[in-house]
């Protein structure tokens, strides 16, 4: 579940319920506290079912401009694979009725834009710091295909897609936009990790954003499956 505009709305995709999964989207509005299904037109071009998409929530809210778009990648997917996709839906500021999932694909000529299938991994939203900026999602870790953990840190952002605005609505079958790497961890790098924890954290004295993850499970060689709980990483 993941809140937009300006914290009146909850969004809520998929899941499972015992061995059934899901892929449909509700909107709750918290101040009646009803709950409406949406983007149920685009049945056809939506996210298959699936969970464990994020463990630090279903998906993270990003701005881009003045339009706000909710982001779901990767997760457990109901044939009992991991997936890699990445998908927005939106826009925000539209009645939620009119909102659409658009599948957002690596350039093509851009190789290994897109982090490797996973989940039990974490989104976290890093603001935008200046008012006309975008923010950003980090991608950390998880359990790729072979339940094998993970440590790499993929940022992604909508500064340079190409999105239908408000005024035309969704019309595109897919938008552009990739994730880029980022290597900039202070300290010795952790070890790999699933099942962790993420936050944004806007360090007043250093007058930058750090992205925090604590604990979780690593490789199996690691005797203790809660990891160290001191990893901080430039954002």
């Excluded at 464990?52 to 044939?79: T, Y």
């Excluded at 490797?116 to 603001?127: D, E, I, K, S």
Aim: with cysteine.
């Amino acid at each position: 579940v993941l809140t937009c505009s300006g914290g009146t709305r909850l969004i809520l995709f998929g899941g499972r319920d015992g061995r059934r999964f899901f892929c449909d989207t509700w909107a709750c509005d918290l101040a009646s506290g009803a709950w409406v299904r949406v983007a149920a037109h685009s049945d056809a071009r939506c996210p298959s079912p699936r969970c464990f998409n994020s463990d630090s929530g279903g998906g993270r809210v990003l701005r881009s401009g003045e339009e706000e778009w909710a982001v779901l990648h990767g997760g457990l997917c109901a044939p009992g694979y991991r997936d890699s996709q990445t998908w927005l839906l939106g826009p925000l500021s539209l009645p939620p009725k009119e909102w659409s999932w658009l599948p957002a694909s690596p350039p093509d000529h851009v190789e290994g834009a897109a982090p490797v299938a996973r989940f039990h991994h974490t989104l976290t939203l890093l603001p935008r710091r200046e008012a006309a900026g975008d923010d950003s999602l980090a991608l950390l870790g998880g359990h790729d295909r072979t339940i094998s953990p993970l440590l790499d840190l993929r940022l992604f952002s909508l500064r340079h897609a190409s999105l239908p605005r408000k005024a035309s609505g969704v019309a595109a079958a897919s938008v552009s936009v990739g994730w880029s790497s980022s290597t900039h961890v202070l300290g010795p790098a952790p070890s790999p990790r699933a099942f962790h924890s993420a936050a944004h954290y806007d360090h007043p004295a250093a007058g930058r954003g750090l992205l925090l993850a604590c604990c979780g499970l690593g490789p199996a060689a690691v005797p203790s499956p809660h990891l160290s709980p001191d990893l901080l990483l430039a954002c």
